[in-house]
């Protein structure tokens, strides 16, 4: 009965800075790490950004280090990414995703989002 539900998504364009989340039902999550994936058209599926169950130090791809941010709010059992400085090049549909191990691989990860589709326009 565990369900991750992305929203936030849409048509944006590059000037725009909408902030995605993820809420997690079912159980709590707050001693695992979240983070959000993506993944473009004919590309696999890349890691964008991760955060401990404390916040202490989260960590980026490079392709977005500087222009999104994640946070979480365990009260709440939720994970959100900021999104600043939009590229036509961010566009794919983004996925959260809950792990005890957490990292930058996707076998860190034991529950997923079914996805929201960002698209970015110049």
């Known amino acids: 009965q565990v369900q991750l539900i992305e929203s936030g998504g849409g048509l944006v364009q590059a000037a725009d800075s909408p902030r995605l989340s993820c809420a997690a039902s079912?159980?709590?999550?707050?001693?695992?790490?979240m983070a959000w994936f993506r993944q473009a058209p004919g590309r696999e599926r890349e890691f964008v950004a991760a955060?401990?169950?404390?916040?202490?130090?989260?960590y980026y791809a490079d392709s977005v280090k500087g222009r999104f941010t994640i946070s979480r709010d365990n009260a709440k059992n939720t994970v959100y990414l900021q999104m600043n400085s939009l590229k036509p090049e961010d566009t794919a549909v983004y996925y959260c995703?809950?792990?005890?191990?957490?990292?930058?691989?996707?076998?860190?990860?034991?529950?997923w989002g079914q996805g929201t589709q960002v698209t970015v326009s110049s």
């Open positions: 955060i401990p169950w404390n916040s202490a130090s989260a």
């Open positions: 079912g159980r709590t999550f707050s001693s695992y790490t």
């Open positions: 995703a809950v792990g005890p191990r957490g990292g930058t691989r996707q076998l860190g990860y034991d529950y």
